[in-house]
């Protein structure tokens, strides 16, 4: 079965640091474009982050610029999300998703931040 | 600043018809704009339905369509069931960052 599973989500103070894994089995993410994705309670999604397939490119909603950093290990079919100097409306459900080309795939169950101030 | 705009809610009947779209601030869509439609239902993930604009997955019911419209991406529900009721969301590409639209709340009724 082709499942993605995010981890490391909790409760952090606002400035504090948190790290985001996401884990696939089913399926290898080596060929994948890898994002990251929030929702904020009650709102919509939004588009946080992307990687390419070899990590060689990376790129980043403007709202989390030069605070996030998105990373992955092919090896061991992980993605992480290096989430840094957190605010209150970094408060959400971070999700993990695949891409390649034009399509979007699989998404993980979610994992819950929520940074306190 | 780019705004990707929904119906913020639509209602349809059990069997009947339904469109949705999605718009760009930046002009007509098209599908070099990659949109996806997604399913979002209370408490779950979001699922994939419709990539490339017009492309099913291989889990999308054949009652869920998307094509270009006026400018626009659609989905189109034909012969809705109860359990459409939920979320949809539409997905376009901006050459290295993608956007989601607002999300529209499909009630079934």
């Known amino acids: 079965e082709v499942q993605l599973v995010e981890s490391g989500g909790g409760l952090v103070q606002a400035g504090g640091s948190l790290r985001l894994s996401c884990a696939a089995s089913g399926f290898t993410i080596s060929t994948y474009w890898m994002h990251w994705v929030r929702q904020a309670p009650g709102k919509g999604l939004v588009w946080v982050s992307r990687?390419?397939?070899?990590?060689?490119?990376?790129n980043y909603a403007d709202s989390v610029e030069g605070r996030f950093t998105i990373s992955r290990d092919n090896a061991k079919d992980r993605l992480y999300l290096q989430m840094n100097s957190l605010r209150d409306e970094d408060t959400a459900v971070y999700y993990c998703?695949?891409?390649?080309?034009?399509?979007?795939?699989?998404w993980g169950q979610g994992t819950l931040v929520t940074v306190s101030s | 600043q780019t705004v990707v705009t929904q119906e913020p809610s639509l209602t349809v009947s059990p069997g009947g018809t339904v469109t949705l779209t999605c718009a760009s601030s930046t002009g007509a869509v098209s599908s070099g704009y990659y949109p996806n439609w997604f399913q979002q239902k209370p408490g779950q993930a979001p699922r994939a339905l419709i990539y490339?604009?017009?492309n099913k997955h291989s889990w999308t019911p054949t009652r869920f369509s998307g094509s270009l419209l006026g400018g626009k991406a659609a989905l189109t529900l034909s012969g809705v069931q109860p359990e459409d009721e939920a979320e949809y969301y539409c997905?376009?590409?901006?050459?290295?960052?993608?956007?989601f639209g607002g999300g529209t709340r499909l009630t079934v009724l």
């Open positions: 997905l376009l590409y901006y050459g290295g960052a993608w956007m």
């Open positions: 990687i390419s397939s070899d990590g060689s490119t990376t």
């Open positions: 490339s604009a017009t």
């Open positions: 998703a695949s891409n390649v080309g034009s399509g979007w795939f699989n």
